[in-house]
């Protein structure tokens, strides 16, 4: 899916890691959101409140998941899953458009 219908943007936006990584929350009529962001080049952690599913748009990444040991190479047209109350680890290796939903 390109584009979301009938959607509620949240105006502030997500700032992290001094600006290096932003988002903007989109609500769903069904309750559900999405984040649309973009991360800068570097090395990040994050913590999961709810189960994720993190979308490449653009870009490159290398992504440590909760658990594992081996990084894993993410770009445009991947994506990956991130379970509630963890953390994980990104390095970002250019800049990267992402779309986040929460479940």
Do not use: H
């Amino acid at each position: 899916m390109s584009d979301f219908e009938n959607v509620t943007v949240v105006k502030e936006a997500n700032i992290y890691f001094d600006g290096k990584v932003t988002s903007r929350t989109i609500e769903f009529a069904d309750g559900s959101k999405k984040t649309l962001g973009i991360m800068m080049p570097g090395d990040y952690e994050f913590g999961t409140d709810d189960n994720e599913l993190m979308e490449i748009q653009a870009g490159e990444m290398n992504v440590l998941l909760p658990g594992e040991n081996k990084w894993q190479t993410f770009t445009k047209g991947t994506s990956f899953k991130v379970p509630k109350d963890s953390r994980f680890k990104l390095e970002v290796k250019s800049v990267t458009d992402y779309c986040c939903s929460y479940f």
